[in-house]
């Protein structure tokens, strides 16, 4: 399977959930908090949601909060991705 990237995820968040005005999603985000970038835990969660169906991962709602930061989801798909190559 192929790797998980950033434009991924920010494909993701502008479809399924949208942006605030005056958020830059083009810009260096990886380690930026999600509240920083307008995304309370409902929309995280739909984030979080949409990754699971269109990457065929499973994270669960207890990983989901420890992902704070467009990097931290990036890293742990791409660990999930990796189990299921194995």
């Given at each position: 399977?192929?790797?998980?990237?950033?434009?991924?995820?920010?494909?993701?968040?502008?479809?399924?959930?949208?942006?605030?005005?005056?958020?830059?999603?083009?810009?260096?985000?990886?380690?930026?908090?999600?509240?920083?970038?307008?995304y309370d835990?409902?929309?995280?969660?739909?984030?979080?949601?949409?990754?699971?169906r269109?990457?065929?991962?499973?994270?669960?709602?207890?990983?989901a909060?420890?992902?704070?930061?467009?990097?931290s989801?990036?890293?742990?798909?791409?660990?999930?991705?990796?189990?299921?190559?194995?």
């Amino acid at each position: 399977m192929s790797e998980f990237t950033l434009d991924d995820l920010r494909e993701i968040m502008r479809t399924s959930v949208g942006v605030d005005e005056g958020v830059d999603l083009d810009g260096p985000i990886g380690e930026v908090e999600f509240a920083e970038l307008g995304y309370d835990s409902l929309a995280l969660a739909e984030v979080v949601s949409q990754v699971n169906r269109r990457f065929r991962v499973s994270i669960s709602d207890d990983e989901a909060l420890e992902l704070t930061t467009p990097g931290s989801v990036v890293r742990s798909v791409n660990g999930l991705l990796a189990q299921v190559v194995r």
